[in-house]
């Protein structure tokens, strides 16, 4: 129904933005990135998605396309509504979102509010193989982080290996099966070993 609002930044709080658009004031949910993106400007386009309910509708704010592709995404996970698909958004980005599926790292996943270990589990089981192949061959360093602050030695072997010549993706999908509380020089070792036979 609606594709995107462009207008006038009416009022933004932690969890929702209102944009004016010609007189009418259209409240969206969002997540804290787009909050941080629209935070001090009077003016934005929100790429929106409507959700309908028995109960009620809702509209969803996105500062880019990317980020609601990925929001789609989510809810497309069964099990997986709205509320948890912004709460992952917030905590992750949406390139920190697909190094985390493509890695296995369900810890960082936990790590949004109402996520569970079997919600993120599922996340990961049924997007891993569509978000492998998305995943930016060359990222950054500021761009594989999330928003929030990991201490994964799984996130530090993946920018050792990335160091080394190897993708973020390959690295990240070389360690998907290792253990995320090993030391870093060993899970650098297992990535290597893994990535030496492909």
């Known amino acids: 129904m609606f594709y995107s609002l462009t207008g006038k930044i009416f009022t933004v709080n932690a969890n929702t933005v209102a944009v004016n658009c010609s007189g009418v004031a259209y409240k969206c949910t969002v997540s804290l990135n787009t909050q941080k993106k629209t935070a001090g400007k009077t003016e934005a386009t929100l790429y929106t998605y409507l959700s309908v309910r028995d109960d009620a509708m809702e509209l969803f704010g996105f500062a880019d396309e990317t980020e609601l592709e990925y929001f ?8 997986v509504g709205p509320k948890a698909a912004i709460s992952i958004l917030s905590v992750l980005t949406p390139n920190a979102l697909a190094l985390s ?28 193989d569509k978000i492998a192949k998305g995943v930016p061959e060359r990222m950054s360093a500021t761009e594989i982080q999330p928003s929030y602050s990991i201490t994964g030695n799984i996130s530090e ?3 050792a290996l990335s160091a080394l010549g190897f993708s973020p993706s390959d690295a990240a999908g ?12 060993e899970l650098v070792k297992y990535g290597l070993k893994i990535l030496s036979k492909r």
Request: charged share 20%; proline share 2%; no cysteine.
């Open 101 to 128: 599926i493509a890695s296995g790292d369900i810890k960082a996943l936990k790590s949004a509010q109402n996520v569970g270990a079997k919600t993120a589990q599922r996340i990961v089981m049924e997007l891993k």
């Open 174 to 185: 070389a360690l998907a099966g290792a253990d995320s509380e090993a030391p870093v020089e």
């Open 157 to 159: 072997a993946i920018s």
């Open 72 to 79: 789609k995404m989510l809810i497309g996970v069964s099990g």
